[in-house]
């Protein structure tokens, strides 16, 4: 088997410069900020919240709800479901598509109060190798159970949505091996369900159940 090398990465934060006070302004920056920007506000809060699941799964609902009290476009904006979505311009502009459609339906447009405005912010990230590398299925399970959460995150989130593999690496490492069963059960699992060290858990499960046939 080829070996699986284990990364993790280091991000570092950017303020972009661009704020909003209301939808319109809001969703004209979403249309123009990068992608890593839209990556961040909706993936921030899956790498804070390890062992539970935060309330509002991405920036833009938590701000919607608590600066402009719009509860149910915050829910509506919190239900996309991203793992449907394999790049991130496509979850680009289905949010675009949300707030658009609802600014159609309203004649009032609500401003936050002063100093609440959404801030737009982007991360630039760098890939480090880990001293981790699996040789065979139990080599692979041994390393997941130690490598941190960032390098977990790195291999089931990033490789997937930001760096555009289609699929986790996990599932792709499999797939490569032989292991194309383990590999689909878990490029169907939906990490957004899911805490991160709960998806850990039951990544490993499932593939030690295969080093016991």
Not at 34 to 53: D, K
Not at 82 to 93: A, C, P, T, V
């Amino acid at each position: 088997m080829d070996p699986f090398i284990f990364r993790t990465r280091i991000n570092q934060i950017e303020l972009l410069g661009k704020k909003a006070k209301n939808l319109k302004q809001l969703v004209e920056n979403i249309k123009t900020v990068p992608s890593s920007s839209i990556y961040h506000h909706t993936h921030r809060f899956l790498e804070q919240h390890i062992y539970f699941s935060p309330e509002h799964p991405n920036d833009f609902s938590y701000w919607i709800t608590t600066a402009l009290g719009l509860k149910r476009l915050g829910e509506i904006i919190a239900s996309v479901e991203i793992f449907q979505f394999k790049d991130i311009e496509s979850l680009r502009n289905k949010f675009i598509k949300i707030i658009e459609t609802y600014l159609k339906g309203t004649s009032s447009l609500r401003n936050c109060i002063l100093g609440e405005e959404f801030s737009f912010m982007s991360s630039k990230m760098f890939i480090l190798n880990t001293p981790f590398k699996a040789h065979n299925l139990e080599e692979f399970i041994s390393c997941l159970r130690q490598i941190t959460i960032h390098s977990f995150y790195f291999h089931m989130f990033e490789a997937r949505m930001r760096l555009q593999k289609d699929e986790n690496d996990f599932s792709r490492w499999f797939k490569d091996n032989g292991f194309k069963r383990l590999a689909d059960q878990i490029a169907f699992l939906d990490p957004y369900t899911h805490t991160l060290e709960g998806l850990r858990k039951k990544i490993i499960s499932l593939a030690t159940k295969y080093t016991q046939r």
